[in-house]
């Protein structure tokens, strides 16, 4: 039994696809000239109208709106901040210590 590669298309053969769908106006025959299945086209579409330019990001790699990218930015930034902060409440602690080593000049 043989089983069929699985075909993937790059960012821009999408993109591409959804806009002449959008301007011939009629997806299942641009999806035949293209050699897909109008199926596959009718979802690029449906995710281009949600993502927009955020649409089709590659593998693996979540699809979010702008705001939604921000949003997850942020939440890093606040992660790193905090990070930050204990690392030096810890050193400021560490170097407090008056453990008889360091003189008060």
């Known amino acids: 039994m043989m089983t ?11 993109q591409k696809a959804v806009e ?3 301007a011939r ?8 000239e293209l050699g897909i299945r ?5 979802r690029w579409r449906r995710e281009y109208e949600k993502y927009q330019d ?7 790699k979540p699809k979010m709106t702008d705001l939604e990218k921000e949003n997850a930015r942020l939440q890093k ?3 790193d901040t905090k990070m930050e902060r204990d690392i030096l409440k810890k050193a400021v602690s560490i170097f ?4 008889g080593k360091s003189t008060n000049s």
């Open 96 to 99: 407090s210590r008056s453990d």
């Open 25 to 32: 106006g009629n997806a299942k025959e641009i999806a035949e």
């Open 20 to 22: 002449l769908s959008y």
């Open 4 to 14: 069929k590669q699985r075909t993937y298309y790059d960012r821009e053969f999408k």
């Open 54 to 60: 955020n649409s089709f990001p590659g593998k693996g």
């Open 77 to 79: 930034e606040l992660r």
């Open 38 to 42: 109008p199926e596959l086209l009718y």
